[in-house]
């Protein structure tokens, strides 16, 4: 997870309440950018994979169970999704991923290393 449902934060209880566990804190790969999505509440992130001029955004890693990952996607609502995302310490996991259309307006965010930082800069 990358914004809202990190621990702590506003959205985590809807992994908690599904039983999820805690597995690790992990930076992505170096090639993703982060961008403050319009609308809410909650404010909601948006994280793309690009070709260039990419950086390492902070993530937590969970671990559900199939059925509770099910679950938990089909309430993901649009335009964010699941894919793959590749982190720093090189493995990969099913994560939050943005569509490249919905960043047409948002801000940029990237450069705060991640959601935690943007939202505690104010």
Request: charged letters at 15%; glycine letters at 16%; proline letters at 7%.
């Amino acid at each position: 997870v990358v914004g809202a449902h990190l621990s702590g934060m506003a959205l985590n209880s809807e992994l908690t309440a599904r039983g999820a566990t805690f597995v690790k804190a992990v930076a992505t790969a170096p090639t993703y950018r982060l961008y403050a999505l319009p609308g809410g509440p909650p404010k909601r992130p948006g994280l793309v994979r690009v070709a260039s001029g990419g950086a390492a955004i902070e993530t937590e890693v969970w671990a559900l169970s199939p059925a509770a990952f099910g679950d938990f996607v089909a309430a993901i609502p649009a335009p964010l999704g699941i894919g793959t995302l590749g982190l720093a310490d090189g493995t990969s996991v099913k994560g939050f991923l943005c569509e490249g259309a919905a960043i047409a307006g948002a801000d940029d965010i990237t450069h705060h290393g991640g959601w935690r930082a943007y939202v505690a800069s104010g």
